[in-house]
């Protein structure tokens, strides 16, 4: 409809209703009336001929309190929505690293082998204490947590091996070392405050 | 030397130092540069505003004021890449839109159809004519009333009614139709030959 609105439109502005060809004019006849069609075009014509006052603008005077605005690239309520936007963003971004886990092992993973050189069974490596950091902005509840990790390798670690039979070798249980050189339990005074037990020497 | 200088300039130079954040312009070049503007725009502002407000000359005198301020105020909106008339007569459409919702459709008194008889009193009956098409003008709705000043009392070229008024081509074109054929259903009394005998159309 709106189609032949602006094509009517054209027409009237451009042709008389003699000037029409046969199709535009049984099409402007689909619509208005030739009078109409007519009519319309001397609406337009008049409409030139129409009077309004020539009145002069008033002279342009900037009021004193709107003058401060000529300094202002933005408006003042602009420029604090913009602040607040930017404020906003800057916490949400800040508070979403806090919820990414940072993981920080506090000291090297214990390594454990069975080896006896050759033996490439698996060893579990464990990984103890997790620090997890949080942004100091966000730091209003610190939680510490302990997570174990069991890790499983292939392939054995080449640092400290604890072969069999190389282990470190231990002093042989003497007599001299079994002797007491502090007081007997029932020689000692402050036995008395600890419950009645009775101590039996095995070694011997 | 300044008020020379700003002769010289296009209209959107001028309103970007109104703006006034491109280069270091000062308080009082930012200032002249709107009442050069106002100089260039005021009086073309204050005929569209009387054929808007149905010729109530002191209301289109306040606007004419008034519009110079919001440019002002919404300096920061003008787009340099876009041309100044365009953007001050959406703002000074949207102004007359707004007092439309808030005042409603004035209403005019039709002018006494007392046609005189015969072709003879032809001048009497164009004048008739002339007040009748008038009080059809200012009787249309605010988006027809808007197309058709722009068109056939400040004669802007279709494209600029499309830009001024924010919608395309074709519903331009459709709003000057139905703008035309309601003016034209009030004065189906009149003798359509007028067109030949006492207005020509190009």
């Not at chain 1, 390798?153 to 640092?159: A, D, S, V």
């Not at chain 1, 009645?196 to 095995?202: A, F, G, I, W």
Request: charged share 25%.
């Amino acid at each position: 409809m709106e189609e032949q609105h602006e094509r009517l439109f054209d027409l009237i502005e451009s042709k008389s209703f003699e000037e029409l060809t046969s199709e535009e004019r049984t099409f402007v006849l689909n619509h208005l009336t030739e009078a109409e069609y007519t009519l319309q075009r001397t609406v337009i014509s008049a409409t030139a001929a129409l009077e309004y006052s020539s009145d002069e603008p008033r002279a342009f005077s900037i009021p004193e309190k709107k003058k401060s605005i000529l300094n202002r690239t933005i408006p003042l309520y602009q420029a604090l929505i913009g602040a607040a936007c930017l404020a906003l963003l800057f916490f949400v971004v800040g508070n979403k690293k806090s919820y990414s886990l940072n993981w920080r092992f506090s000291e090297h993973p214990l390594e454990i082998s069975l080896a006896n050189g050759t033996s490439a069974s698996p060893v579990k490596i464990i990984h103890d204490t997790i620090v997890r950091e949080i942004p100091i902005i966000s730091a209003s509840k610190v939680i510490h947590d302990t997570i174990t990790v069991v890790q499983t390798i292939l392939q054995q670690p080449e640092k400290r091996m604890l072969e069999v039979g190389k282990t470190a070798s231990y002093p042989e249980l003497t007599e001299k070392l079994l002797e007491s050189k502090s007081p007997s339990y029932k020689d000692d005074q402050t036995a008395q405050f600890l419950p009645s037990v009775s101590v039996v020497n095995t070694m011997k | 030397m300044n008020n020379l200088h700003h002769k010289q300039q296009s209209d959107e130079e001028l309103m970007v130092q109104v703006m006034g954040h491109h280069s270091p312009f000062s308080t009082k070049q930012a200032e002249a540069a709107l009442v050069e503007l106002h100089h260039r725009y005021s009086r073309k502002l204050l005929g569209y505003f009387i054929k808007m407000l149905n010729k109530d000359v002191d209301l289109a005198q306040d606007f004419v004021q008034d519009i110079f301020l919001k440019l002002l105020e919404k300096k920061h909106l003008f787009d340099p890449n876009k041309k100044f008339y365009s953007w001050i007569f959406t703002i000074a459409s949207n102004m007359c839109k707004t007092a439309y919702r808030h005042h409603g459709k004035t209403v005019s008194l039709y002018p006494e159809m007392n046609h005189p008889s015969g072709l003879a009193e032809n001048l009497a009956e164009k004048q008739l004519f002339l007040k009748a098409l008038q009080a059809g003008i200012d009787n249309l709705e605010h988006h027809h009333k808007t197309v058709f000043v722009l068109r056939y009392l400040e004669h802007f070229p279709l494209n600029e009614i499309a830009e001024i008024t924010e919608s395309s081509l074709g519903t331009v074109k459709s709003r000057l139709f139905y703008a035309t054929r309601k003016i034209t259903d009030q004065l189906k009394h009149f003798d359509p030959s007028f067109e030949t005998t006492l207005f020509k159309l190009n």
